[in-house]
C-alpha cells in the first residue's frame, strides 16, 4: 500500500467499501500502487532502467466503481464481463461493480484477468490503434473544410492527435445542428493550429 493513495479511498463516500476491497485483490497481485490522473494506479516493476508498465487503475463513477485494464482489447475476457466505456475507446476495458458481493464471488475471475494483463505486459503486446485518417469525418465538416481552404490547411497540419480529437467532438452529437455548431466554435481554436483541449 502507498499511503499517498490512501486519501482517495478515504474521500469516497459511497463505494469506500468496495473500493478497499479492489485495492486489497489488486495489490494481492504484487502490482506498485501510486496516484495517477488522480485515481490509484497499480503497475508492474519491470527491470531496472524501463519504466514500469500501468497495468490496472480503479475509479468510481456514479452509478458504479470499476477497474480498468489499460490493454483490455486485448485479454480474452472468456467471462465476458469487460466492458468497453464508448465505441472510441480503442485499448482500455472496465470490470464494473456496483456491491462487495459481487466483488467477492468475482475475484478470482478479477485477479485472472489482472494475470492475464501482467503476462501481456510482460510478452510486449500492443493494442493496435485505429489511424486518425480510419475516423470518419462528419459530413458537416468535410463541408466546411470544403468552403474555407485555410481551415482546410490548419485542420491537416494538426497533429494526427488533435485531428481524431476534433472528429470525434464533432461526431458526437446526433443533430446536425448541433454537430455545425460545435464546428463553427472550434473553427478559430484551429485556424490558431490548437488542438480541442489546448
Not at 86 to 115: D, P, S
Not at 154 to 176: C, D, E, H, N, V
Request: glycine share 4%.
Amino acid at each position: 500500500m502507498n499511503p499517498k493513495v490512501d486519501f482517495y479511498f478515504n474521500k469516497s463516500s459511497k463505494w469506500q467499501e468496495e473500493l478497499e476491497k479492489l485495492r486489497m485483490i489488486v495489490l494481492d497481485c504484487g502490482l506498485a500502487e501510486e496516484l495517477k490522473w488522480g485515481v490509484p494506479c497499480y503497475s508492474f516493476p519491470t527491470k531496472a532502467g524501463k519504466p514500469k508498465s500501468n497495468i490496472v487503475l480503479i475509479h468510481v463513477f456514479k452509478e458504479y466503481c470499476a477497474v480498468l485494464f489499460f490493454k483490455g482489447a486485448l485479454l480474452k475476457d472468456a467471462d465476458a464481463v469487460l466492458v468497453q466505456q464508448t465505441a472510441n475507446v480503442q485499448a482500455a476495458r472496465q470490470m464494473r461493480f456496483t456491491a462487495v458481493r459481487e466483488i467477492t464471488e468475482m475475484k478470482a475471475i478479477l485477479k485472472a484477468y489482472i494475470y492475464e494483463a501482467i503476462e501481456l505486459d510482460k510478452a510486449g503486446l500492443k493494442v493496435n490503434f485505429k489511424k486518425t485518417k480510419e475516423f470518419n469525418i462528419p459530413a458537416e465538416l468535410q463541408k466546411k473544410l470544403i468552403e474555407i481552404p485555410a481551415l482546410k490547411t490548419a485542420f491537416y497540419a494538426l497533429t494526427p492527435g488533435r485531428q481524431r480529437g476534433y472528429i470525434l467532438y464533432f461526431s458526437a452529437p446526433k443533430q446536425s445542428k448541433t454537430r455545425e455548431s460545435r464546428i463553427e466554435k472550434c473553427m478559430k481554436q484551429i485556424l490558431k493550429g490548437k488542438g480541442l483541449n489546448d
